[in-house]
């Protein structure tokens, strides 16, 4: 099992520039997570997806931030225009239906983005 | 609402001694708890989780937790460190009654194992 996938693991990007992060989550898992991680907020919820649906998007910090799935594979986290105070490194991860139980998140490597 | 407090930012231990990494929550209800931990430059990796059941829970590369309901706790130790245990470690939790799959996660504890 190859685990979450997320691209680019690295994206510097100018002030103003859209931005586009990338996950794959593991194969028949059917619940997708974004996170944002920074020093200052520490790990935050951004959003998620329970077969390809968004759930809950509290978190997802204002109308410059959209993340979509248009598959059970596939999902993008999107910025436009991208600001500096953006900068963070942004985890994806995904989990399966637990009955009985809550369901384990399986984290990606992440993607560190900054913006200048 | 539902928080989790780790109380300490960074946690020295010596290698060969036990290690207790705290972790307190606050939910509504009952919680499910998890401990994850992450290395430099990686994603979160679970190391265990209570659900029900027996409060001593072991998980990952000889880690346990220890849950305590009245002291609403649910400590992280290992009988004896490894310099290669150095991590940042996150608590986190999930209230057994909202209809939700978000947990909340701590502030995360820097866990440094000495030589």
């Known amino acids: 099992d190859a685990g979450v996938i997320q691209s680019p693991r690295h994206e510097v990007t100018e002030m103003g520039q859209e931005v586009t992060l990338r996950c794959k989550p593991i194969s028949g898992h059917d619940y997708l997570f974004w996170y944002r991680q920074t020093m200052m907020r520490g790990l935050e919820l951004l959003i998620y997806?329970?077969?390809?649906?968004?759930?809950?998007d509290s978190g997802m910090p204002e109308d410059r931030f959209s993340a979509k799935m248009p598959n059970a594979s596939f999902s993008t986290l999107k910025i436009q225009p991208s600001e500096p105070r953006d900068s963070a490194v942004y985890f994806c991860?995904?989990?399966?239906?637990?009955?009985?139980?809550?369901?384990?998140?399986?984290f990606g490597p992440g993607t560190r983005l900054t913006v200048l | 609402a539902q928080s989790v407090a780790q109380p300490e930012d960074q946690v020295n231990v010596a290698e060969g001694n036990p290690l207790t990494v705290k972790c307190t929550y606050s939910v509504s209800g009952n919680p499910y708890l998890f401990w994850y931990v992450q290395y430099p430059n990686r994603g979160l990796q679970f190391l265990l989780k209570y659900i029900t059941g027996d409060n001593l829970v072991k998980g990952s590369y000889g880690f346990e937790a220890e849950f305590n309901k009245s002291q609403t706790s649910f400590h992280l130790k290992k009988p004896s460190a490894l310099v290669s245990d150095s991590a940042l470690y996150f608590c986190a939790v999930r209230d057994i009654r909202r209809n939700t799959d978000k947990l909340i996660f701590g502030t995360g504890t820097r866990l440094q194992v000495f030589p």
């Open positions: 991860a995904s989990s399966f239906f637990l009955a009985g139980g809550p369901n384990t998140q399986y």
């Open positions: 997806f329970n077969n390809n649906v968004p759930i809950d």
